[in-house]
T-cell receptor
């Protein structure tokens, strides 16, 4: 079965550089979430999109921006990278047909960003 | 505010049952989850429970929810070495809402 695809899986950037992480949700899923998990930390919610509109915002730095495109894939853009941005970045997608009560957010395998 | 608390470590002998506990503060949480994360890997949804349920069982996994005390537990029967991982308790308000994670409980299996 198709899962959430994130690319790249690993990324090494230098301080002050920019990075773009991509997320391809499960087909027909309309909601995408981004999480940041620092070393030894729990995942922290960054931002989410529903039907291409930002639906919620968490602890996302101003240096980061994200969007969801017409094909529902999403990109997280990170500028002026800092050493503290080194983390595992997860994307999750969700999509429930109307009338259902079940919910399940599926997570991708994550992109490991290392800032040196 | 939203907060999920869980103990950081648990050691269990192989073959015994593991019980991982979690408390949450927001009574309007509708969905409660257990995720498993193995070293260097992604987040795997193990199971979830709706706030109007008391218990859910799925093979070796049993989830108990005490909504009055805002307490959630995950019982893993016949714990195996492959169960060694970090287990995150998590909550969300609704289908489209963000998921709030606890700090995670590292389960260590003793031979």
């Amino acid at each position: 079965a198709a899962g959430v695809i994130q690319s790249p899986r690993h990324l090494i950037k230098e301080k002050r550089e920019t990075a773009t992480l991509k997320c391809y949700p499960i087909p027909r899923h309309d909601t995408v979430y981004w999480y940041q998990q620092g070393p030894g930390q729990d995942p922290q919610f960054l931002i989410s999109f529903y039907e291409k509109m930002q639906s919620d915002k968490g602890s996302i730095p101003d240096r980061f921006s994200a969007q969801q495109f017409s094909d529902y894939h999403s990109e997280l853009n990170m500028s002026s990278l800092e050493l503290g941005d080194s983390a595992l970045y997860f994307c999750a997608s969700n999509g429930v047909p109307k009338g259902w009560t079940n919910t399940e957010a599926f997570f991708g395998q994550g992109t490991r960003l290392t800032v040196v | 505010g939203e907060d999920v608390e869980q103990s950081l470590f648990l050691s269990v002998r192989e073959g015994d049952s593991s019980v991982i506990n979690c408390t949450y503060t927001d009574s309007s949480s509708t969905y409660l989850y257990w995720y498993k994360q193995e070293p260097g890997a992604g987040l795997q949804l193990l199971t979830y429970i709706f706030s109007n349920m008391d218990m859910k069982q799925d093979q070796r996994l049993t989830v108990l929810l005490n909504k009055k005390d805002k307490h959630l537990s995950l019982r893993i029967a016949d714990t195996q070495t492959g169960d060694s991982a970090i287990y995150f308790c998590a909550e969300s308000m609704g289908r489209d809402d963000k998921i709030i994670f606890g700090k995670g409980t590292r389960l260590h299996i003793l031979p």
